[in-house]
């Protein structure tokens, strides 16, 4: 491309691009090389200790998010309901099921390796513990890892939390993946792992906050789900995950400096006409359509609250490498999902205060109970806190199925007007005082 | 030269058209059927909405005469009645020719086709003359504007006459032929038009009965006695101002479309609003302490709050099921085989409320017959559906904050009185004796009312002329 700022956007594209490659390419030859594989999901997850094991991970709901976006999930979760599971349950399980039935082939076209081990670190969502239960069944021959991870029902977590964490890692977890490796664990290389991870978790925040700038140089929730899959998911505590966010953060930095707008796949946003923070995932079935409709309007998302399933660094929280176990149970603790609801309202509302968001949107995800219970109320929490306008959708995960174009456009359009028509209402009444 | 501005609400199973003038008053309304083709109901509300808009101005420019002399206002107003039954004959006739082309297509062989074509004859033979008699004598231009709806009545009334063989066909030629001549716009030409209606009248005021007194038309009031023996007078000197209006040059100033099929509208985009937001907009016109608005519509129920200026501050629709809606309302009453407009008194019938579980347009009906078998009266059933379909109205207005004086039902189905009643009765239930309800007779026009108002305010450029909150009617 001619445009040097492009090339350089592109640039960490390509990292992570070539990061996702190599590691399905290892997990496809991962019989031949000899390598374990570990299934496990990405809220709370432990990825320091299956690299201190040189394990593959493997994430399910990546997975079916991968193949909503591909268009493959409607047909997995026929035939996941065929085999008997409702039109109720979670369209991630059905999916990851659905793909199971057809062969395994993973998002890349390349067949996935079966788990030596099923590593459930997070049981804020339910749904995971049944999940694994299927899976277990699926593989019969997989070692079930199990760490109870305790909800933070008062909004804190305690050392008694911790050392209850701690004593299941040590006397679960770890022999489990000793079991199933044949190595022993080994601290020094886990805390160097979570070295990595701190310094990868200081330029994420860096690059989160840059959305503080007006007009914001990324969108936090379409694009962030780009941005956050290195470090919510398989790199974490790898060098090249340092090196991912250290040239996004470059970037990033750059088009601040620059006063850019948010790369949108059509090219460069031209306006920021409304500032906007989002709770809930996204849906990725129809995920380009759902997205434009958003940046024809000029609507930039400055903070969402997905893109911390994977960890909540933003506010302070880093991995501790000087106390590896007692820090990863910290971190399992502390993904957003596990936060309790007057948690998640005071957490949103600071959002929208600190990122100077015109309104807050919530996308209500038909399946998903985790993340749908109290959105109602949360919604009208933030509305009173706040005195921005709030909106609501719903969509689904990757069931196309629950996916309205008609009906979401709608509501958007309404919504964005709805703004549109505040923002004059209170210039003027500036004006007026 | 006044300015006018317009609004249409492209609604999924009507459409409304509203023209107002500067001081934000509704000067011309247009409705009619919404079907498959969206910008021809569009084109045909707003015609109806500037036929409409003249014979308001009309009015206007004649204000003091007409409190004077009675008379006037009687002329007048069957004026528009006979004029709204010229545009009706030309549609007639439209659809005659589409019947007589169906049956030419559909029936290849020779004599069944006559056979056909000599019934459709005679039922529009029967039909003809009653519609112009209901125009001319009992005023159903307003109390039915829909053409569809009026002749398929008198069509399936015709049609059930006949031997019973002869329904389906029938039926058949009805089905394919409506729609294309329903879905024609036909360009009036207003002057000629309202001449022929003067004409009209001319022979109805001819043939008036002999004295009021005689007691034989119920439809025989002092303003009519007034014209007996005194019309050709009337309409010599309504006449310059009757070519006054049908030469106003209606300029419009500035139009905004909202509804359903919005985006069909051949308007800019900055002339698209959505219909949220246009009807609280006009809902807070007419009733300026409206706080929560509830709209159900043909498809889709919203529960809107608004502030002080009209302006929304958030929303919740109905998703993907149109249960509660208008046309849940329809199924309903094509189940139980009477008119929509039945169903509603029908309902006020109810000396109980039979529980309903399923507000589901498809379970519903099922319901409905299996209460029937177990012996319940259908107007108790009917009691009992109407109340679910406020109840389920009212969680989605939990879901959007709740109920704050003043609330105001707009939409379509505020015309149902059961649905009004049940409405009054749920929500002083749930929050307290003292909200005031507003149902106004324009409800349904509110969305277009509201496009009107952000036409008239330019939208971007001036909004706060809502501040006023002046009422308009």
């Known amino acids: ?433 | 030269m006044s300015k006018y501005y317009l609004g249409v609400d492209l609604g999924s199973t009507t459409s409304k058209a509203v023209i107002i003038n500067e001081a934000d008053e509704i000067i011309g309304r247009g409705i009619t059927n919404t079907r498959a083709n969206y910008s021809v109901a569009a084109d045909i509300a707003r015609d109806e909405a500037t036929y409409n808009a003249r014979f308001s101005v009309l009015k206007k420019n004649l204000e003091d005469e007409i409190k004077a002399k009675p008379e006037y206002r009687k002329y007048i107003a069957d004026l528009e009645s006979v004029f709204q039954y010229e545009q009706f004959k030309v549609k007639l006739d439209r659809l005659g020719e589409e019947l007589v082309k169906t049956c030419d297509n559909f029936f290849t062989e020779k004599t069944l086709r006559e056979t056909m074509l000599n019934h459709l004859r005679a039922i529009r033979r029967a039909f003809k003359p009653k519609i112009k008699h209901d125009y001319l004598y009992n005023d159903l231009g307003s109390r039915n504007q829909f053409f569809r709806d009026i002749v398929s009545e008198k069509y399936n009334e015709e049609v059930n006459k006949l031997d019973a063989t002869l329904f389906e066909p029938l039926m058949t030629v009805w089905d394919k032929s409506i729609s294309p001549a329903e879905n024609e716009r036909i360009k009036f030409d207003f002057k000629e038009l309202v001449h022929k209606a003067m004409d009209e009248l001319k022979e109805k005021y001819k043939n008036l009965p002999e004295s009021s007194l005689d007691n034989k038309s119920v439809h025989f009031d002092a303003e009519m006695n007034l014209l007996r023996g005194n019309f050709d007078h009337v309409s010599d000197t309504l006449r310059k101002h009757i070519d006054d209006i049908a030469e106003l040059d209606f300029e419009i100033e500035n139009m905004t479309g909202t509804g359903y099929g919005r985006a069909l509208l051949p308007f800019p985009q900055e002339c698209i609003r959505s219909e949220i937001l246009c009807h609280a907009f006009g809902a807070h016109a007419v009733f300026p302490e409206t706080r929560t608005v509830l709209d159900i519509g043909g498809q889709d129920t919203k529960a809107i709050q608004v502030d002080k200026y009209g302006l929304v501050t958030s929303f919740q629709m109905n998703d993907r099921c149109a249960a509660g809606c208008g046309r849940y309302l329809g199924y309903i009453a094509d189940e139980l085989s009477i008119s929509l407009n039945e169903l509603g008194p029908l309902a006020m019938e109810a000396q109980k409320e039979v529980n309903i579980c399923s507000t589901c347009t498809v379970f519903a009906g099922a319901e409905l017959r299996e209460l029937t078998n177990l012996g319940e009266k259908r107007a108790d059933i009917l009691g009992g559906l109407h109340k679910a379909i406020i109840m389920r109205a009212m969680s989605l207005i939990a879901r959007s904050g709740g109920v704050f004086n003043e609330f105001t039902f707009t939409g379509g189905v505020a015309r149902n009185p059961a649905v009004i009643k049940y409405l009054g009765q749920l929500v002083r239930e749930n929050y307290g004796d003292n909200i005031k309800i507003n149902i106004h007779t324009d409800s349904i026009f509110m969305g277009a009312l509201g496009g009107a108002m952000f036409a008239r305010r330019n939208i971007k450029a001036d909004l706060p002329g809502a501040k006023t909150g002046k009422a308009v009617a």
């Not at chain 1, 390509?14 to 570990?38: R, Y």
């Not at chain 1, 958003?294 to 930039?300: C, K, N, P, Q, S």
Request: include cysteine; proline fraction near 6%.
């Open chain 1, 1 to 433: 491309m001619a445009n040097p700022k492009e090339a350089v956007k592109e640039k960490s594209m390509v990292i992570q691009k070539e990061m996702l490659a190599k590691q399905f390419s290892e997990l496809s030859k991962a019989k031949e090389t000899g390598k374990k594989v570990c299934y496990t999901f990405v809220p709370g997850n432990l990825i320091e200790l299956i690299m201190a094991f040189d394990m593959l991970p493997v994430y399910p709901e990546i997975n079916a998010l991968q193949s909503g976006m591909r268009k493959k999930s409607g047909g997995y979760i026929k035939d996941a309901e065929k085999v008997g599971h409702s039109e109720d349950v979670c369209t991630y399980v059905k999916c990851d099921i659905g793909m199971f039935l057809n062969g395994n082939i993973g998002p890349t076209g390349e067949k996935l390796p079966e788990p030596d081990l099923l590593l459930l670190s997070y049981t804020g969502c339910f749904t995971f513990l049944k999940w694994f239960e299927n899976l277990n069944r699926l593989y019969p021959n997989a070692e079930v890892a199990m760490l109870h991870t305790p909800y933070q029902e008062d909004g804190k977590i305690t050392q008694e939390q911790i050392d209850y964490m701690v004593k299941q890692l040590k006397e679960e977890v770890i022999p489990k993946f000793e079991k199933v490796t044949g190595k022993k664990f080994d601290p020094a290389k886990l805390t160097g792992l979570l070295q990595n991870s701190v310094e990868a978790e200081n330029y994420w925040v860096k690059i989160l906050e840059m959305a503080k700038n007006k007009p914001s140089p990324i969108d936090a929730y379409f694009a962030g789900v780009y941005y956050m899959g290195p470090i919510n998911t398989s790199f974490r505590g790898s060098p090249e995950c340092v090196e991912y966010y250290k040239e996004l953060y470059k970037e990033v930095k750059e088009r601040a400096d620059k006063k850019l707008l948010p790369v949108t796949p059509e090219g460069e946003m031209e306006k920021e006409r409304f500032r906007l923070v989002v709770e809930g995932p996204p849906n990725w079935t129809n995920f380009r359509e759902f997205w434009k409709i958003f940046y024809d309007l000029g609507a930039v998302i400055v903070a969402s609250t997905y893109t911390k399933v994977g960890g909540v660094y933003d506010q302070g929280y880093r991995q501790d490498p000087s106390k590896p176990l007692e820090s990863i149970a910290t971190y399992c603790m502390g993904c957003y999902t596990n936060l309790n609801l007057p948690q998640r309202v005071d957490l949103i509302e600071k959002y929208v205060k600190e990122y100077k968001a015109d309104g807050f949107l919530i996308n209500s995800i038909k399946s998903c109970n985790s993340f749908s219970a109290g959105q109602l109320m949360i919604m009208r929490e933030i509305e009173q806190r706040t005195g921005v306008p709030v909106g609501f959708i719903e969509s689904d995960l990757v069931d196309p199925r629950y996916f309205s174009y008609a009906n979401i456009k709608n509501r958007l359009e309404s919504y964005f007007q709805m703004l549109e028509q505040r923002k004059i209402i209170l210039e003027q009444e500036q004006v007026q005082a």
